[in-house]
């Protein structure tokens, strides 16, 4: 089989691994339901609020593996670091099953499923990213949708199996789960001949400019535009980080939910952040990352101001605001890895993207921390949409600044 043909097996192969992964989004279930397991069989007087902490170690030490694991990728290809990865993705759930403590889940599924979700994730992608040099915004926007997905299916899973058993049966049942079907995809991976390019295409400029050759992460690292691209992802993604990490909460609490009806919203995020990574990445490459991404700051603010909006019972409110801001955080993370190729090539892919990725981890941290101490501190979260806002003003700013950087490079 030619690589043409094979390309579109390791693409299916790495969403499929993707969408184990991605169960990471639907943390705010996971979270709601061990509170309860932890307080109503152990004793302890904990929030979903408490265990937010466990969530934002496990996206913030993501970037370190993305990087080890991208210079493994690169040089060795996918198979072996990918499968490390997902073994301890896997394991780290199962170990949750047991947890006792919130330092328990922190060590088991903040940093032993953190460090592998973050060496299998940045690797899936630049594998696949790399068979695809036509279609970068595309395929970065298929295989970050896919990993997004996995937050539509597992919730309402999770939220059945929960009541049936508990918390910890429905962790050791995810774990399982996902070690045998990360294992057996990985059978399927493999790794991209430096140059390659399909049948009938030449390399064109790519969409939002495109780098004269490839940079490694030192000479990267060199350019001013690797911090504004940077700064620009910690702000693209703060709201969706944000929001995500105690969306059930926001539900049950701001507005009223159920639990089970809170679980459905977060399918909706899920499915709403999925369709932003296939739509924006498709778009990206008609009309460039940059634009693509000032589109989806300026959504941002409009669904943080719904949410800001929303009250007791504004259940129509509540899901307009809540689907927006999905599809703006999936347009940053479904535009960002062929965003990086563009601008630095693709050779050195899996490493340069593992370090852009420092900007997601900012946003994983710093979000869930505001959304957290703001209803600890007031018992609303409204004040957190507000400085979200501010966040992604910073990130319309931001855009213009590389506009602004790209288009005098060009002129020099």
Same mark, same amino acid.
């Given at each position: ?16 691994i ?20 932890f ?27 993305m990087?080890?694991?991208g210079?493994?990728?690169d ?20 170990l ?5 403590s919130?330092?328990f889940?922190?060590?088991?599924y ?6 592998g ?19 970068r915004?595309l ?8 990993? @997004?997905?996995? !937050?539509?299916?597992?919730p309402? %899973?999770? /939220?059945?199996? #929960? &009541?049936?058993?508990d $918390? ?24 991209c ?13 790519a ?30 993604a703060?709201t ?16 009223g ?7 459905i ?15 924006? @990445?498709?778009? !990206?490459?008609?009309?460039?990352? %940059?634009? /693509?991404?000032? #589109? &989806?700051?300026?959504? $941002? ?11 007791a019972?504004?259940v ?19 535009v ?19 370090i852009?990725f ?9 979000g869930p ?38 288009k ?5």
């Amino acid at each position: 089989m030619n690589l043409d043909k094979k390309r579109w097996i390791v693409l299916f192969a790495g969403c499929f691994i993707n969408l184990c992964l991605g169960s990471i989004y639907a943390w705010s279930v996971f979270s709601s339901a061990m509170a309860d397991y932890f307080n109503a069989s152990l004793g302890m007087n904990v929030t979903p609020g408490d265990l937010a902490i466990v969530y934002t170690i496990a996206n913030s030490v993501g970037p370190i593996t993305m990087i080890s694991g991208g210079w493994f990728n690169d040089k060795f290809g996918p198979k072996k670091v990918i499968l490390v990865g997902g073994i301890m993705w896997g394991l780290g759930m199962f170990l949750s099953g047991f947890a006792t403590s919130i330092g328990f889940l922190i060590v088991t599924y903040g940093i032993v499923g953190g460090l592998g979700l973050g060496m299998a994730y940045g690797s899936t992608i630049s594998t696949c990213v790399k068979f695809f040099p036509d279609k970068r915004g595309l395929i970065g926007g298929v295989t970050t949708a896919v990993y @997004g997905m996995s !937050s539509v299916i597992l919730p309402p %899973i999770v /939220t059945k199996v #929960v &009541a049936s058993s508990d $918390a910890t049966f429905a962790f050791k049942a995810v774990g399982i789960v996902f070690l045998v079907l990360i294992a057996v995809s990985c059978m399927f991976l493999e790794q991209c001949p430096e140059g390659y390019k399909p049948a009938g295409w030449e390399t064109t400029m790519a969409a939002g400019g495109a780098a004269p050759k490839n940079l490694d992460w030192k000479g990267m690292l060199a350019t001013p535009v690797f911090y504004i691209m940077l700064f620009l992802l910690t702000c693209g993604a703060f709201t969706g980080m944000m929001v995500i990490s105690q969306a059930s909460s926001v539900a049950q609490n701001m507005i009223g939910m159920t639990p089970a009806a809170a679980g459905i919203a977060v399918s909706v995020l899920a499915l709403f952040n999925a369709l932003g990574r296939i739509g924006a @990445g498709t778009l !990206s490459d008609k009309i460039g990352r %940059i634009n /693509t991404l000032m #589109v &989806a700051c300026i959504l $941002a603010v409009a669904g943080l101001l719904c949410l800001f909006n929303a009250g007791a019972g504004q259940v129509g409110m509540f899901y307009i605001g809540l689907s927006i801001v999905g599809v703006s955080f999936g347009s940053f993370m479904g535009v960002y890895p062929g965003f990086t190729a563009d601008q630095f090539g693709p050779k050195n892919n899996s490493v340069n993207y593992g370090i852009m990725f420092i900007g997601f981890a900012l946003a994983g941290y710093f979000g869930p921390q505001i959304m957290r101490n703001t209803f600890a501190n007031t018992g609303s979260y409204d004040k957190a949409f507000l400085i979200a806002c501010v966040f992604s003003i910073v990130g319309i700013m931001l855009a213009n600044a590389y506009r602004f950087h790209t288009k005098k490079k060009s002129l020099d």
